[in-house]
């Protein structure tokens, strides 16, 4: 069902919104409406997902109606993609602060935070036709009112809006804010503006010891900084180096 948002003032993100009930995932929707030369800022959007998935092909839980569950169609260029990725995350920090005040931060790559706790997840997905960059399919997942602890894989580590701020949230609100953010720096992006700095102020993640499991290998150090191509820069406990590329 096409779906129209009230006051939303974007120029690309958003110009088409496909609403749906329940979807297996709304990232395979996207990919299949952009392979199909939907255009860009086309959004899905759904109310529950039933096979709803993280990177590396975790899982992403939400209860009906509890969440923003969107995946949004963008055609950038190559060198663009590194910057959408960073376009993700920051339009949800900037989006909290908008409709709550709240602070937010960003673990690396992509997580954002409220109080330690994830409170939204990104997902961006290439879309290739042949060895072209067809699209990039950038998916949100951010709790609004989910119940974290009905969920015992995430009780813990998981929070939602309406939990951190203590009052509801109406899901059109946080929506419509969030579709202008992403709107805004994806214009910006065009522009030739760089996104990294305005993100890299949030991410939290610098300056701690973190692990990251990559595929099957694990390191673990002290995250020194993060390149503008948004890969981290570990120190490893006997003094070495090492690059992690933002899809490990
Ligand atoms: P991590 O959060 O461990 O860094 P990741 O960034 O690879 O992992 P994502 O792709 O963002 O993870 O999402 C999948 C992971 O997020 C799951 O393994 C689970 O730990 C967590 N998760 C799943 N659903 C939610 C949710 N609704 N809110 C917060 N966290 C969730």
């Known amino acids: 069902m096409e779906l129209t948002l009230h006051d939303l003032n974007t120029s690309i993100v958003g110009r088409r919104i496909v609403h749906y009930r329940t979807l297996p995932s709304s990232m395979d929707a996207a990919r299949k409406l952009a392979s199909d030369g939907a255009p860009e800022g086309t959004v ?17 839980f939400a209860s009906p109606s509890s969440s923003i569950l969107m995946s949004v169609v963008f055609r950038p260029t190559t060198r663009q993609l590194p910057q959408l990725n960073m376009l993700g995350s920051l339009s949800i920090v900037n989006t909290i602060e908008k409709v709550s005040g709240m602070r937010s931060s960003i673990k690396w790559p992509n997580d954002v935070l409220i109080s330690g706790r994830k409170v939204a997840g990104i997902l961006m997905e290439s879309v290739l036709q042949g060895q072209a960059l067809q699209a990039a399919i950038l998916g949100v997942g951010l709790n609004i009112s989910l119940d974290v602890s009905s969920y015992p894989e995430i009780s813990s580590i998981a929070t939602s809006l309406a939990a951190e701020a203590g009052r509801r949230f109406e899901r059109s609100d946080v929506l419509r804010t969030l579709l202008q953010e992403m709107d805004a720096l994806y214009l910006a992006i065009k522009r030739g503006e760089e996104v990294y700095s305005l993100w890299l102020r949030h991410v939290e993640t610098v300056g701690q010891i973190v692990r990251i499991t990559s595929g099957r290998s694990e390191e673990e150090g002290l995250a020194e900084s993060v390149n503008p191509d948004g890969s981290l820069v570990l120190r490893r406990a006997d003094g070495s180096r090492v690059t992690i590329a933002t899809g490990e």
């Open 44 to 60: 899905v959007l759904c109310d529950e997902q039933t096979e709803g998935r993280g990177r590396q092909g975790r899982k992403w």
